[in-house]
């Protein structure tokens, strides 16, 4: 099974170069994945003329099953809205069938409207629970912002506000991949039986400690997981294999005592408060 993960487009930015854009289209194509991510930063702005043209040059990858989270570009200037406009819902739970693999996706808008700082947000955990239950080969989640820092991108700033939180979800929920973009530098992190794999910029000269545009290819065969980065019309590198399953001890996914989803209410469940739980409330006021 392949998995094409390019993130931070950037149409319309000063530094965004469409033919490098076009070059990783071909390239990408070229591989014929099983799926296609598309990790956030689509837009530079959120502006009403960078949607449809972002929308424009995206819809020449050839992939059956495509998959796109905002990021906090495309949500400036209520670029949220025209994001749904352009691209759909936000926020998706997909199961998938990719080379015989039954996939379960989620993936989630961790941005929010003009700030740079990402959040997951607790009223989504049982929704984000929900998605990865019951059977599956392989277990996805993508969101734009980063859940550890990366190296290389100087001062650490803008990580999931809620991080620690999500990777204890994540990793309870047996999830195996996590993709994710936002610091424009290429990077793994195997962390707690999950492979956190951060994608750079793929068609701009934004670039930090690693100088060039890329995107990944993620390679998931035979027990193991493979990301190989690609600058598009360059050189390609590998960035690890790595084996599937860890060691109970190692992975740890049932030794976290603080978080637990089923606690939390799902904004679309709330109903109304218990005449109990008002009181503590009432008598303060
Ligand atoms: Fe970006
Ligand atoms: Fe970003």
Redesign the pocket.
């Known amino acids: 099974m392949l998995v094409a993960q390019l993130s ?1 487009v ?1 149409v319309g930015g000063s530094r965004y170069r469409e033919e490098l854009l076009r070059t990783a289209i071909e390239e990408v194509n070229a591989a014929e994945p099983d799926l296609v991510v598309i990790g956030g ?1 689509l837009t530079d702005d959120g502006y009403p003329d960078q949607y449809p043209l972002a929308a424009q040059e995206l819809s020449a990858l050839r992939c059956p099953q495509t998959v796109r989270v905002p ?1 906090n ?1 495309d949500a400036r200037n209520v670029g949220y809205l025209r994001y749904e406009d352009a691209f759909g819902a936000r926020d998706s739970r997909l199961r998938l069938q990719c080379a015989g693999q039954d996939v379960a996706l989620v993936a989630v808008d961790s941005s929010k409207p003009d700030l740079d700082e990402g959040e997951i947000g607790r009223e989504h955990y049982r929704w984000i629970e929900e998605g990865f239950a019951g059977e599956a080969d392989l277990r996805i989640f993508v969101c734009h912002h980063h859940l550890v820092p990366v190296p290389g991108t100087g001062r650490e700033r803008n990580q999931v506000l809620d991080a620690g939180d999500v990777l204890s979800l994540l990793r309870q929920c047996g999830v195996d991949l996590v993709l994710s ?2 610091r ?1 530098v290429p990077y793994v992190w195997p962390i707690a039986g999950m492979l956190l794999v951060h994608s750079g ?1 793929v068609s701009t000269l ?1 670039t930090r400690g690693f100088p060039h545009p890329a995107y990944n290819l993620v390679t998931v065969a035979d027990g193991r997981i493979a990301v190989e980065l690609c600058i598009p019309g360059g050189g390609r590198q590998s960035l690890g294999s790595y084996p599937r399953d860890w060691p109970a001890e190692l992975s740890a996914r049932d030794a976290d005592p603080f978080v637990r989803a089923a606690r939390g209410v799902s904004l679309a469940d709330a109903g109304p408060t218990p005449p109990e739980a008002e009181q503590p409330h009432s008598s303060r006021r």
């Open positions: 931070d950037h930063d990021g570009h973009g936002h424009h910029t934004r």
